[in-house]
Nanobody
Framework: QLQLVESGGGSVQAGGSLRLSCAGS???????????MAWYRQAPGKERELVAS???????KIADSVKGRFTISGDYAKITVDLQMNSLKPEDTGTYYC???????????WGQGTQVTVSS
C-alpha cells in the first residue's frame, strides 16, 4: 500500500497563492510502478475533478479552469508532487486530493485531502 501525505492547504484571499505538496511512501517495488501523479479537487456538492497531472515522462496537463494560474511539478525519484496555485479565485475553494497510480487514467492511491478556501 502506498501512503500519500498532503500538506499546504489553508485560507487565502482572492488573488493570493498557495502551494500544495504530496509525498508518497511505500516499498520500492511499489513506488517504481507509479507512472502518474495528479491533483484533483472537490467542491461542496460537486463531483471530484482533475486539476492537473504529470506523468513519469514529465508530460503535464492542466485543467482549462486553472490554466495559466496553477502549475504542477513532480519528482518520480522521491514520489512527490506539488501544485503551485497563484491568482486564486473563490471558485477554487474545495478539498484537494493528491492521487498516484500506474497511469493518470488509473489512480489507485489517494491522499487524505487538504482544504483550500479562497475568500473574496
Amino acid at each position: 500500500q502506498l501512503q500519500l501525505v498532503e500538506s499546504g492547504g489553508g485560507s487565502v484571499q482572492a488573488g493570493g497563492s498557495l502551494r500544495l505538496s504530496c509525498a508518497g511512501s511505500g516499498y520500492p517495488s511499489m513506488t517504481a510502478g507509479i507512472n502518474g501523479m495528479a491533483w484533483y479537487r472537490q467542491a461542496p456538492g460537486k463531483e471530484r475533478e482533475l486539476v492537473a497531472s504529470i506523468t513519469r515522462a514529465m508530460t503535464t496537463k492542466i485543467a482549462d479552469s486553472v490554466k495559466g494560474r496553477f502549475t504542477i511539478s513532480g519528482d518520480y525519484a522521491k514520489i512527490t508532487v506539488d501544485l503551485q496555485m497563484n491568482s486564486l479565485k473563490p471558485e477554487d475553494t474545495g478539498t484537494y486530493y493528491c492521487g498516484m497510480g500506474i497511469s493518470i487514467a488509473n489512480i489507485e492511491y489517494w491522499g487524505q485531502g487538504t482544504q483550500v478556501t479562497v475568500s473574496s
